[in-house]
């Protein structure tokens, strides 16, 4: 798995210190992911998933909590605050072809990972190898270049993605798209001023970028934060501006043309 910079793997394990269930982007995240699954009739219950780059599991975790499956967890590192999830946890390169990881999962969650990756249609071939035919692709990627900060820089993205650019990178002629969509509407403000805050830093170091950049400053900002997400998945649900996007593709039936 091609991340371009190391300082991303360095800082993980203190990223993920600071990830916590509560965090308006993490339920955010998670909420509109359940909400676009629902409209699009996929019902993830019964089924076996992989969740590569997995971090601390804690997406897993949360998906498991809505939905009775089993998510296995892939990553090049294994944090040291995991959470616990009904799968198991595989510290590899999941485009090693030597590994012995089952390859017929229901579906795949590529979530905050196409953005780190270099080449992407290798990485994305090597993540299709393991989903079965039918099976759906999950994917959540931040969105628009102008959004790009200092944050991005640290968190080691390569690029962030508008709706053309992620269709560009998912065009594989085994995959069949479901949807597209934008969210986090109401936080495109608050990222217009990380990145000016955040680029004015100077002499501060990855680890206070990380930090100042992720946390919101008090928890009163953060339940107000969380609210406008539940508003926004509520009155704005196919929005075509925000500061992320997901994507649901299928991975084609295999049959004669």
Same mark, same amino acid.
């Given at each position: 798995m091609a991340i371009t910079q190391t300082t991303a793997l360095e800082n993980q394990d203190f990223y993920y210190q600071l990830v916590k269930p509560d965090h308006f982007w993490f339920k955010a995240r998670v909420d509109n992911l359940e909400a676009m699954l629902e409209e699009n009739g996929i019902d993830l219950n019964g089924k076996k998933g992989l969740e590569i780059g997995c971090?601390?599991?804690?997406?897993?975790?949360?998906?498991?909590?809505?939905?009775?499956?089993?998510?296995?967890?892939?990553?090049?590192?294994? =944090?040291?605050?995991r959470v616990q999830t009904r799968g198991k946890f595989y510290q590899i390169d999941i485009t090693d072809g030597q590994n012995k990881l089952a390859k017929n999962r229901d579906f795949i969650i590529l979530f905050d990972i196409l953005e780190h990756i270099d080449d992407v249609p290798k990485f994305l071939n090597a993540c299709l190898s393991y989903l079965k035919p039918g099976g !759906?692709?999950?994917?959540?990627? @931040? =969105?628009?270049k102008f959004l790009f900060s200092r944050y991005d820089q640290v968190a080691g993205h390569v690029r962030r993605y508008?709706?053309? %650019?992620?269709?560009? !990178?998912?065009?594989?002629?085994?995959?069949?798209?479901?949807?597209?969509?934008y969210w986090g509407f109401f936080y495109v403000p608050l990222l217009i001023i990380r990145r000016f805050l955040l680029n004015a830093k100077k002499n501060v170091s990855d680890q206070e970028?990380?930090? %100042?950049?992720?946390? @919101?400053? =008090?928890?009163?900002?953060?339940?107000?934060?969380?609210?406008?997400?539940?508003?926004?998945?509520?009155?704005?649900?196919?929005?075509?501006f925000g500061t992320a996007i997901l994507a649901i593709y299928q991975k084609k039936s295999e049959g004669p043309e």
């Open positions: 971090g601390n599991s804690l997406l897993s975790s949360q998906i498991e909590d809505k939905y009775d499956c089993v998510i296995d967890g892939v990553d090049l590192t294994n =944090a040291s605050n !759906h692709l999950l994917i959540n990627v @931040p =969105a628009y508008d709706s053309k %650019m992620l269709r560009d !990178h998912l065009n594989v002629s085994s995959l069949q798209e479901i949807q597209i969509r970028i990380y930090r %100042m950049g992720y946390l @919101p400053p =008090a928890k009163w900002i953060n339940s107000i934060l969380t609210q406008l997400s539940r508003l926004e998945t509520w009155l704005l649900s196919g929005t075509t």
